[in-house]
């Protein structure tokens, strides 16, 4: 039966309407108001009765039904779910496969880094390391014993331009994924924070907005990365935080953003007093474009990894923090972990200054740029977007091809990728296209005749699709 009585005072909730209807529906639910089963009226009764627009309450609703607070059954109404709301995440950041038992498949679907004598060079590091640990690696780890790592990254993006940086800006954490939440829970404050990110993203960016409660809301992109003009107008209708953005490699469609539009971009952040995370996690070759962090060093978050360098095992990223944030971004590391495991630490100190980790780097660059060239020889008759040195390429599908179906028959004949609406935000829009990850690890042998297949499929599109 449906609940007509259910009249909230949304006046009494901060900030936009659509967030206080979702509060007021999250804190009924709670109380049991509103028990397990009701149905709720339509988004049109409700918004007539609480005298706002259609799509205040389709968003609350949409806002809620992602909480699990409510479920929504087509061609039935919305309820009020059966059960309480799963604690937790409740996705998979990635869902691991079991390749062992399925020999003859290929994976394109991440860039895999090649072997190019990491395992010595790690056990030789330990080696070295290895002298005196009885009571240093006892002890809990310390940020102020960091320093001399922290000073050793700076000399390591010595290859970006950052603008002034040294060890006092820096964080260092456990990769990427980390840096990003660290920033989420150093900057995000209010009841239900929005995040702005362009509208194809590395999905991790969203999993990391849900642990803190942030809503995630795309940005249009074009041929060089976001777009200002649909920058400016999500400041104005949503009233964000934070822009996360990857003006270098933007992940999936390789595409690389100019000078003039990274000086749009942090000019409009300047307006709304947005905080830049620039995610640069993925950029291999050096790059003498001026980062975000170079040209708004008062806002912006520079965040990086050895995950696509060096080793992905290793669990080891950093934050450049803005300009006088550096002990805000340490503060927040210490609260949530203290600081880097000893082994951790210890061990990429030993590589980077030994020089170590820079001739790991230049290997694994050059064999991703082989395998790199060979793959667009490859495909160069069809319309791929790449960067030299990106270990990824973006391959928008010919007429006739609709993604889904395409990566469903590339796993057929033993090849695996990722389409493009893995990569959408909740309420994104996915074009039909594909992302081919250059997997190092593969032998090259079975690399190159998994790229003839996409190669082959390319050019055969189904006879029979609707275009």
């Avoid at 971004?329 to 600081?339: D, I, K, P, S």
């Avoid at 490859?378 to 040195?389: E, N, V």
């Avoid at 998994?450 to 275009?467: F, G």
């Amino acid at each position: 039966m449906t609940d007509t009585s259910w009249q909230p005072d949304l006046s009494v909730f901060p900030g936009p309407k659509y967030l206080a209807l979702t509060r007021a529906l999250r804190e009924a639910i709670r109380a049991g108001d509103l028990m397990p089963g009701t149905q709720l009226p339509t988004v049109r009764d409700l918004a007539w009765t609480l005298h706002v627009t259609p799509g205040t309450v389709s968003r609350a609703y949409q806002l809620a039904t992602q909480e699990g607070l409510l479920a929504a059954t087509v061609g039935r109404g919305t309820f009020v779910a059966a059960r309480a709301p799963r604690l937790g995440p409740t996705q998979w950041l990635f869902q691991e496969r079991d390749l062992q038992s399925e020999p003859w498949l290929v994976d394109l679907r991440s860039p895999q880094l090649p072997d190019v004598g990491q395992g010595a060079a790690f056990s030789a590091a330990m080696e070295r390391i290895g002298t005196g640990l009885e009571a240093a690696w006892l002890g809990y780890p310390s940020q102020r014993g960091e320093a001399p790592l922290r000073r050793a990254v700076c000399d390591w993006l010595s290859d970006r331009v950052l603008g002034g940086i040294g060890e006092q800006d820096v964080v260092l954490t456990h990769g990427g994924q980390n840096g990003l939440l660290l920033v989420f829970l150093c900057c995000l404050r209010g009841d239900r924070p929005v995040i702005l990110a362009e509208d194809l993203a590395y999905p991790g960016i969203r999993h990391a907005a849900k642990l803190v409660r942030a809503e995630m809301v795309g940005i249009d992109i074009d041929d060089e990365g976001m777009v200002p003009e649909a920058l400016e107008a999500a400041c104005r209708r949503h009233g964000a935080q934070i822009l996360v953005v990857t003006p270098e490699a933007q992940n999936p469609t390789a595409s690389r953003m100019g000078e003039a539009r990274r000086a749009e971009i942090a000019a409009i952040a300047r307006s709304y007093d947005l905080q830049i995370v620039e995610d640069d996690c993925y950029s291999a070759a050096e790059s003498r474009l001026p980062t975000l962090r170079a040209i708004a060093p008062e806002r912006t978050w520079y965040v990086s990894s050895l995950s696509k360098s060096i080793s992905a095992a290793l669990r080891f990223g950093s934050v450049v923090c803005p300009v006088g944030m550096g002990e805000a971004g340490r503060l927040t590391a210490q609260h949530g972990f203290f600081a880097l495991a000893r082994p951790v630490s210890d061990l990429c100190l030993d590589l980077m200054e030994t020089g170590v980790a820079q001739e790991l780097r230049r290997k694994v660059q050059a064999e991703f740029a082989d395998r790199l060239q060979g793959t667009v020889n490859a495909l160069g008759a069809f319309d791929i977007r790449w960067q030299a040195g990106l270990p990824f390429l973006w391959v928008p599908l010919p007429p006739g091809w609709r993604a889904s179906t395409f990566a469903r028959q590339a796993e057929a004949e033993g090849v695996l990728i990722r389409q493009a609406d893995e990569y959408a935000l909740i309420h994104g829009r996915a074009p039909h296209a594909l992302r081919i990850a250059v997997a190092g690890a593969i032998p090259r042998e079975r690399f190159d005749k998994a790229v003839d297949t996409l190669a082959r499929m390319l050019a055969r599109p189904p006879s029979d699709m609707a275009v």
